[in-house]
């Protein structure tokens, strides 16, 4: 396969990407605040010292318009993300996957009841692993709506 039609592939898959997910906000920097107060598809950027680095702490989504959350790494650490059991409702997620220095959630979990009007807020653990060094962890949360 040339040059020219490796480079057009690729373009088209991330495009094709985009398109299948596109995302709330720009993304996250370090140092940066990006506005994760709306409900929308977030990107979340965690810092290598396990802090959200881009300030979207909580990060809203919504049930019924199918929203996700991606998060990761800023420096290419591996991260992983943990929902802890919360009294009363099933897990947020489904399908939480996290490889490398990246974590998906899927889609919301169906079986999640969320009263009309409210939010349910649900912390998680994000734990960094650094290529030299010790984990780091920190306890940020989602904010879900109906």
């Not at 929308?40 to 990060?59: R, V, W, Y």
């Not at 009363?88 to 889609?107: A, Q």
Request: glycine share 12%; aromatic share 6%; net charge positive.
């Amino acid at each position: 396969m040339s040059a020219l039609k490796k480079q057009t592939l690729l373009g088209t898959l991330i495009l094709i990407g985009l398109l299948a997910f596109p995302l709330g906000s720009s993304r996250g920097q370090p140092g940066t605040t990006v506005d994760c107060t709306k409900p929308k598809n977030q990107l979340i950027t965690i810092g290598s010292n396990g802090q959200i680095a881009d300030g979207c702490d909580p990060a809203r989504v919504s049930k019924k318009n199918g929203h996700r959350i991606v998060w990761e790494s800023a420096n290419g650490d591996t991260i992983n993300i943990v929902f802890p059991p919360k009294a009363g409702y099933p897990p947020p997620f489904r399908d939480l996957s996290c490889s490398g220095d990246l974590c998906r959630s899927g889609r919301i979990n169906p079986g999640l009841n969320i009263p009309p009007g409210s939010v349910v807020y649900f912390p998680y653990t994000v734990t960094v692993t650094p290529k030299e060094g010790k984990p780091k962890t920190s306890d940020p949360g989602a904010e879900i709506e109906p």
